[in-house]
Nanobody
Framework: VQLQASGGGLVQAGGSLRLSCAASGRTFSSFALGWFRQTPGKERAFVSHIDWSGAFTYYSDSVKGRFTISRNNAKNTAYLQMNSLKPEDTAVYYC?????????????????WGQGTQVTVSS
């Protein structure tokens, strides 16, 4: 599976962005997906994950209520809708896939990673 993240950019605080994660391969629906983010000098941090069907989602406390993860298996694409953005959301965002039906908060549990997309939120 190859993953391509896109949709990052520069936005003012309070604004919104939608990230996309496009996947290659015919087995997309059998993978759980996750979003992580990383700022310079810090480890990659969990943001959200979604199970294979899209029925179960989970969020870090820092984004709960503001971000929404979803997926469209027919389009081999996952999304991260980010609303009410804050300067502390500034990071490189990565999508990841794991060969399991359920997602995980642990980076090491993911088998495939996209290249990352930069999100910058100005105050």
């Amino acid at each position: 599976v190859q993953l391509q993240a896109s949709g990052g950019g520069l936005v003012q605080a309070g604004g919104s962005l939608r990230l996309s994660c496009a996947a290659s391969g015919r087995t997309f629906s059998s993978f759980a997906l996750g979003w992580f983010r990383q700022t310079p000098g810090k480890e990659r941090a969990f943001v959200s994950h979604i199970d294979w069907s899209g029925a179960f989602t989970y969020y870090s406390d820092s984004v709960k209520g503001r971000f929404t993860i979803s997926r469209n298996n027919a389009k081999n694409t996952a999304y991260l809708q980010m609303n009410s953005l804050k300067p502390e959301d500034t990071a490189v965002y990565y999508c990841a896939a794991r060969r399991e039906l359920a997602g995980s908060t642990q980076e090491v549990h993911y088998d495939y990673w996209g290249q990352g997309t930069q999100v910058t939120v100005s105050s």
